[in-house]
Structure formats: structure tokens, C-alpha cells
């Protein structure tokens, strides 16, 4: 039987003046449950964060059109369970579903306000990526590019070889451990003292991310088989930055951020010599993710302005073999993923079904067949989750299917 998830107020995190040691967030704590159940909310209090401004422009309208989808039951684990208790046993933050344009669906646990932002974790990922799309588009970069080519610092390094689009399809030969988060050792784990997200613990590490970044090696070839690690996505960040001269923060507010008609500006945690953690340091709010959604089904325009190239948009709606053979391994663990490419793991790309993932149960899913972006933000206790991950699937899935019905 589904357990419904202890909510912030439950918590009574941060309360009191001081807060008792159980209830205080810090920065040693904040990525771990329950304290993330409050962290997650309060990134700019917890790190070092950057503004990616929104800009002066209109906010999209979400015209309201509620339905009932808190009430949809689907089949899970011999028992029929609804939407809304689904979302409260995965420690769901906040959802936000847009279907045909319009606000269907919200949900937001106790003390959680939807203008909040919300740390995405690597779906952050998928942001990244879509400012690569932007700048191929402008002639700025070409994903056959060396990354060496925009980032002179990297040449003679492990980096020689590597081009963006290993980088967009976590192809690249780079030695990184990111297998185990449990593992305190692991890269993956590390990083976070190394790019700002907790308190340094462990002596040795490289100073900033851009050191960590320049001091790798290789197991492998670069262009080989599928495997994920983070700091290939900070690569990119880089990337975009020396190709256009400008910091990120500001070169994403302008290119995409400020375009999509987003209602707050957003977050993003940057390391001691202000390195942007673009792999998943981004923190928005779930409507404004819905909204950044949105233009993967409008063929990459926002209220008829284009803001991201059709073509590059179109790149996830093609089954690319080779990129299902590189993904090959990995789909052992995740059946329900076909490939990754361009920072997505595409589940089906000829009916358009895709998503960016992050861990803790951050998810934005685009289901072209019914029209549908869903943006889901939660605060898992355990970074990895299998069965509560499978859950917030089959959630997302009830609720696309029971959308696309309507539109028969």
C-alpha cells in the first residue's frame, strides 16, 4: 500500500528562532532526506547561486482549464492507486501539467508555493543542451566542434578529440565515476564539494570545477558506448561560454530564458570562481519549466516567435541506430528509455515521447501524442529511487493516456 510522504510543515524544518539541530538545514545536509524536502526550495540560502533573469518581456499565459486528474487510478503494484496519492507517496514538491496549450493540473504539498523555485537537478541538463541547440542555430557552434576548439585552456589534455556532440550523448571516452551515489568516493558525489553544493569535507580536490574539468584523463575512446556522467554537461556550459564571450547566467537568460515567456527568474548554483553547475544546478518553478516545455511541442516557437531551431527540436524525434546501440547497456537497467541524445532520454522517438531526468525525482516529460508537458519536482529521500522512480512513470503515463483519450 502506497505510504504517503511526510510534507515541510510536517517537518517543521528551519522552525523555531534558532531552529533545534533536528530541524536545521545547512549545508552539509540539505542534498540528503528529509532536509532536502526544505533545501530544494531554498537554494539561493544553502549555496552560491547566479540570476538568470526572466528579461522585461510578457509572461506566457497558462490559461486554466482544470480536470480531475488528481482522481485518475491506474494499476500499481496489484492495487489501484489514484494520481494525487501517487504524487504524495513519491514526495512530490510540485507538478504542473499542460496539455493543448492549457493549465489542466497542479499539485503542491503542504508548504510549497508555486512561486518558488525548485532545484532540477540534471534535468538542468536538458536545458543546457537546448542553449547548444539555440547557438547551432546561430552559427556559433556546430555539434561536430572540438570542444578544445571554444575552449583553448583544454587543449593537450584527455579533451583533445572530443567534440560537442559526444558531450550532448554522453559518449565521451572521460573517466568519471558517477555509478554509485551511495559511494562517497564516487566523482559523481565529490563534485558537489567541488562545484559549491556542499560544505568541502575532503582535502585533495581540485579547487573549482574548472580545474577538475582540465586535470581528467580517459578510460576510453570518445565516441564510444553510452555512459552517464555529469561533468560532461559543465563541458558544454564552458563551451558556450568561450564561443560567445559571455557568462552563461546571462547567456542563457538572453538566448532562451527570457524568450519562453517565463513568470520568475531563475537560479544557478556557481562554484567558488563562479564555475555555473549547468548540469544541475538550475532552479525554477514548475510552471515556468512547463513553459520552457512548451516549445518542444510548437515546433520550437512561443506564441508564433521562433526561439529554438525545428531543426534541432527534431533531432529526438528521429531513431538514430547508432545511438540506440551506444545505449545499449544502459537500457538493461531502464527498459523504458530507447536512447539518449542532445541531454534527453528519448523513450520513443517516432511517436515524440521524451524527458529530462534528475535524481531526488525531478522529471520534464514532453508526450507529444497527447499534447502534454508535465513538470514534476519532488525531494526522494535516497538520490536513486528504482521503485519510486517507476512510480512517478506510471503516474506521468496514467495521466498522458487518460489526456490523450480525450483528445479522440
Same mark, same amino acid.
Given at each position: 500500500?502506497?505510504?504517503? !510522504?511526510?510534507?515541510?510543515?510536517?517537518?517543521?524544518?528551519?522552525?523555531?528562532?534558532?531552529?533545534?539541530?533536528?530541524?536545521?538545514?545547512?549545508?552539509?545536509?540539505?542534498?540528503?532526506?528529509?532536509?532536502n524536502?526544505?533545501?530544494?526550495? %531554498?537554494v539561493?540560502?544553502?549555496?552560491?547561486?547566479?540570476r538568470?533573469?526572466?528579461?522585461?518581456?510578457?509572461?506566457?499565459?497558462?490559461?486554466? !482549464?482544470?480536470l480531475?486528474?488528481?482522481?485518475?487510478?491506474?494499476?500499481?503494484?496489484?492495487?489501484?492507486?489514484?494520481?494525487?496519492?501517487?504524487?504524495?507517496?513519491?514526495?512530490?514538491?510540485?507538478?504542473?501539467?499542460?496539455?493543448?496549450?492549457?493549465? *489542466?493540473?497542479?499539485?503542491?504539498?503542504?508548504g510549497?508555493?508555486?512561486?518558488?523555485?525548485? #532545484?532540477?537537478?540534471?534535468?538542468?541538463?536538458?536545458l543546457?543542451a537546448?542553449?547548444?541547440?539555440?547557438l547551432?542555430?546561430?552559427g556559433?557552434?556546430?555539434?561536430?566542434?572540438?570542444?578544445?576548439?571554444?575552449?583553448?585552456?583544454?587543449?593537450?589534455?584527455?579533451?583533445?578529440?572530443?567534440?560537442?556532440?559526444?558531450?550532448?550523448?554522453?559518449?565521451?571516452?572521460?573517466?568519471?565515476?558517477?555509478?554509485?551515489?551511495?559511494?562517497?568516493?564516487?566523482?559523481?558525489? #565529490?563534485?558537489?564539494?567541488?562545484?559549491?553544493?556542499?560544505?568541502?569535507?575532503?582535502?585533495?580536490?581540485?579547487?573549482?570545477?574548472? !580545474?577538475?574539468?582540465?586535470?581528467?584523463?580517459?578510460?576510453?575512446? %570518445?565516441?564510444?558506448?553510452?555512459?552517464?556522467?555529469?561533468?560532461?554537461?559543465?563541458?558544454?556550459?564552458?563551451?558556450?561560454?568561450?564561443?560567445?564571450?559571455e557568462?552563461?547566467?546571462?547567456?542563457?537568460?538572453?538566448?532562451?530564458?527570457?524568450?519562453?515567456?517565463?513568470? %520568475?527568474?531563475?537560479?544557478?548554483?556557481?562554484?567558488?570562481?563562479?564555475?555555473? *553547475?549547468?548540469?544541475?544546478?538550475?532552479?525554477?518553478?514548475?510552471?515556468?519549466l512547463?513553459?520552457?516545455?512548451?516549445?518542444?511541442?510548437e515546433?520550437?516557437?512561443?506564441?508564433?516567435?521562433?526561439?529554438?531551431?525545428a531543426?534541432?527540436?527534431?533531432?529526438v524525434?528521429?531513431?538514430?541506430?547508432?545511438?540506440?546501440?551506444?545505449?545499449?547497456?544502459?537500457?538493461?537497467? @531502464?527498459?523504458s *528509455?530507447?536512447l539518449?541524445? @542532445?541531454?534527453w532520454?528519448v523513450?520513443?522517438?517516432?511517436?515524440?515521447?521524451?524527458?529530462?531526468?534528475?535524481?531526488?525525482?525531478?522529471?520534464?516529460?514532453?508526450h507529444?501524442?497527447?499534447?502534454?508537458?508535465?513538470?514534476?519536482?519532488?525531494?526522494?529521500p535516497?538520490?536513486?529511487?528504482?521503485?519510486?522512480?517507476?512510480?512517478m512513470?506510471?503516474?506521468?503515463?496514467?495521466?498522458?493516456? %487518460?489526456?490523450?483519450?480525450?483528445?479522440?
Open positions: 500500500m502506497l505510504q504517503s !510522504a511526510k510534507t515541510i510543515v510536517d517537518l517543521g524544518l528551519m522552525r523555531g528562532s534558532p531552529a533545534p539541530p533536528e530541524r536545521l538545514v545547512t549545508s552539509r545536509n540539505w542534498l540528503d532526506g528529509p532536509f524536502r526544505w533545501g530544494f526550495l %531554498h539561493r540560502e544553502l549555496t552560491r547561486t547566479a538568470i533573469a526572466r528579461g522585461h518581456g510578457p509572461v506566457r499565459a497558462l490559461p486554466a !482549464a482544470p480531475p486528474l488528481g482522481g485518475v487510478s491506474f494499476a500499481w503494484e496489484g492495487e489501484r492507486v489514484t494520481v494525487e496519492d501517487a504524487l504524495r507517496a513519491a514526495y512530490a514538491d510540485g507538478v504542473c501539467v499542460v496539455h493543448d496549450g492549457n493549465l *489542466v493540473f497542479e499539485y503542491y504539498a503542504d510549497v508555493r508555486p512561486d518558488e523555485p525548485h #532545484l532540477l537537478m540534471s534535468v538542468s541538463k536538458s543546457t537546448t542553449l547548444i541547440g539555440v547551432v542555430g546561430e556559433e557552434l556546430d555539434p561536430a566542434d572540438a570542444v578544445t576548439a571554444h575552449v583553448p585552456a583544454l587543449r593537450g589534455t584527455a579533451w583533445d578529440g572530443c567534440t560537442l556532440q559526444h558531450c550532448l550523448d554522453m559518449r565521451a571516452g572521460t573517466r568519471f565515476d558517477e555509478d554509485d551515489y551511495a559511494d562517497p568516493r564516487s566523482d559523481g558525489v #565529490l563534485l558537489d564539494q567541488v562545484s559549491g553544493y556542499r560544505t568541502r569535507t575532503t582535502e585533495g580536490l581540485p579547487p573549482d570545477t574548472y !580545474a577538475w574539468i582540465h586535470g581528467l584523463d580517459n578510460d576510453r575512446e %570518445h565516441g564510444s558506448a553510452f555512459k552517464y556522467r555529469s561533468i560532461l554537461t559543465d563541458v558544454l556550459g564552458w563551451v558556450a561560454a568561450g564561443a560567445t564571450g557568462r552563461f547566467p546571462d547567456l542563457f537568460a538572453d538566448r532562451v530564458w527570457s524568450q519562453i515567456g517565463a513568470e %520568475h527568474d531563475a537560479d544557478l548554483i556557481v562554484d567558488d570562481a563562479g564555475f555555473p *553547475v549547468v548540469e544541475g544546478g538550475m532552479c525554477v518553478t514548475p510552471r515556468d512547463a513553459r520552457f516545455g512548451l516549445p518542444w511541442l515546433e520550437g516557437t512561443v506564441e508564433g516567435r521562433r526561439v529554438v531551431p531543426s534541432w527540436l527534431a533531432r524525434r528521429q531513431r538514430d541506430e547508432d545511438l540506440v546501440a551506444a545505449f545499449a547497456d544502459a537500457r538493461r537497467d @531502464d527498459p *528509455v530507447l539518449y541524445h @542532445d541531454c532520454w523513450i520513443d522517438p517516432d511517436a515524440g515521447v521524451w524527458c529530462g531526468r534528475g535524481i531526488n525525482g525531478q522529471r520534464l516529460l514532453v507529444r501524442p497527447s499534447r502534454t508537458v508535465i513538470a514534476a519536482m519532488s525531494a526522494w535516497d538520490k536513486m529511487d528504482d521503485r519510486l522512480s517507476r512510480l512513470d506510471a503516474t506521468h503515463e496514467a495521466i498522458t493516456t %487518460h489526456l490523450a483519450a480525450r483528445r479522440r
